[in-house]
């Protein structure tokens, strides 16, 4: 049924095919080192020459006004939170398929995150579940988009700027992801992007804030540095949540290579996507046709029943080399935290739950050659035909 991989097996599986990896070249390791021979490795309000470039090289990429650039994408949905003074008594509406981090920086605020059902095709927050749990209390929303296809905004945008709701986008896995031609991040009040070491760029940990808002952007700024409109004058609360300069000196080199590596991530996830066809019991990722996403990886639904399970064929897929991986397979609401906080029980959000158990992500890094797309799709195949 596939085509056999042109290396031998053995050339494929003795080296892991990560679920992603960063892409790194002698340029990051030159600028790097130039920052690190200057002396000057960070600033006391996170504003350095490297720093303020790289903000403004990522607004302009997005199409912002403003960027403020801190040290983790938790710390970017944090910074925004506070920024719009979420706090005690707000509730936050967060999708319930989501890393945990969506919703922690809520609880950390003091506030109450309020978990939605998503798009059963898109895993992405599903607006009119959103518009059903809006109440008096209701100050912000994090739609996320999933995978690096981005949420829909327009009927969010909508909703939200009705009964006026801050829209803080979680964009962290879709740098450059595509929504009706505007990008990602650029059409809530505030977006936040993450680059840890496995999103489409990194700088090891890092993390971003875009706004066309200059009043929030000053906020962010505030309360990446405890507060502080002047060394040892705060005026709000705040962290050290400061980017360094060798993480920006590592950002610009990342971020003039980003679209390079969207289109080898797309070019991949076409590839894997016409290998994957015609195997009976995988759905393959669909998006809506005014939405170009970033791919951060690529994420099939396994219908297999008890036997041919998610979890078998991840496991599978794992012995043969694979590192397939599961984003995310609890839930946010079904995490014991939010379970015993707030008494959320399975059932409640049955199209995360169902998901949850479904999904399985594979890799389409720009590392990932044709020949291991083919041997992954040829591994899959191979595991539903079986007897085991
Ligand atoms: C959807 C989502 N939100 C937030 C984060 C948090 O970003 P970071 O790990 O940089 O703190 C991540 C990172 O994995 C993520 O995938």
């Known amino acids: 049924m596939f085509k056999r991989t042109r290396l031998g097996r053995r050339d494929v599986t003795d080296r892991k095919i990560r679920i992603n990896q960063p892409v790194i070249d002698e340029t990051e390791i030159e600028e790097v080192s130039e920052v690190l021979r200057t002396g000057m490795l960070t600033t006391w309000h996170g504003s350095g020459n490297k720093v303020s470039e790289f903000e403004k090289m990522f607004a302009s990429y997005i199409g912002v006004e403003y960027a403020i ?15 719009c003074g979420i706090g005690h008594g707000d509730e936050v509406i967060v999708p319930a398929m989501t890393f945990v ?75 450059g992801a595509l929504y009706k031609g505007r990008k990602a991040g650029s059409i809530g009040h505030m977006g936040c992007f993450s680059f840890f070491a496995s999103k489409n760029i990194t700088t090891g940990e890092g993390g971003i804030i875009t706004t066309n808002d200059a009043e929030y952007a000053r906020k962010c700024r505030l309360f990446r540095t405890h507060g502080q409109e002047e060394a040892h004058m705060a005026v ?8 360094t300069e060798f993480a ?8 003039s290579k980003l679209d390079r590596l969207n289109a080898i991530r797309a070019r991949n996830a076409e590839i894997l996507g016409s290998y994957l066809k015609g195997i009976p019991n995988v759905v393959t990722p669909t998006f809506p046709s005014y939405v170009k996403p970033s791919y951060y990886v690529y994420t ?77 799709a040829e591994k899959i195949g191979e595991f539903f035909v079986s007897d085991f």
């Open 300 to 376: 099939i639904r396994v219908k297999g029943g008890s036997k041919k399970s998610r979890d078998a064929l991840q496991k599978y897929l794992m012995e043969n080399g694979i590192e397939a991986t599961v984003y995310w397979p609890n839930p946010v609401h079904l995490h014991p935290l939010y379970m015993g906080l707030y008494g959320y029980q399975r059932g409640l959000l049955p199209v995360s739950e169902e998901a949850s158990d479904e999904v399985l992500s594979l890799p389409v890094h720009p590392k990932v050659s044709t020949d291991e797309l083919h041997y992954i």
């Open 248 to 255: 920006a000196a590592i950002g610009l080199v990342q971020l």
């Open 69 to 83: 650039a801190v040290n983790s994408g938790t710390a970017a949905l944090h910074t925004a939170l506070a920024a």
């Open 236 to 243: 709000m609360p705040g962290l050290n949540y400061r980017m």
């Open 101 to 175: 981090a969506t919703a922690n920086v809520v609880l950390i605020q003091g506030a109450k995150p309020v978990f939605v059902d998503v798009d059963p095709v898109t895993l992405c927050m599903d607006p009119e579940k959103f518009q059903n749990a809006i109440t008096d209390n209701t100050k912000a929303v994090i739609p996320v988009h999933v995978y690096g296809c981005p949420a829909e905004m327009d009927a969010i945008m909508d909703i939200a700027e009705d009964k006026g709701i801050v829209v803080i986008e979680d964009a962290a896995q879709a740098h």
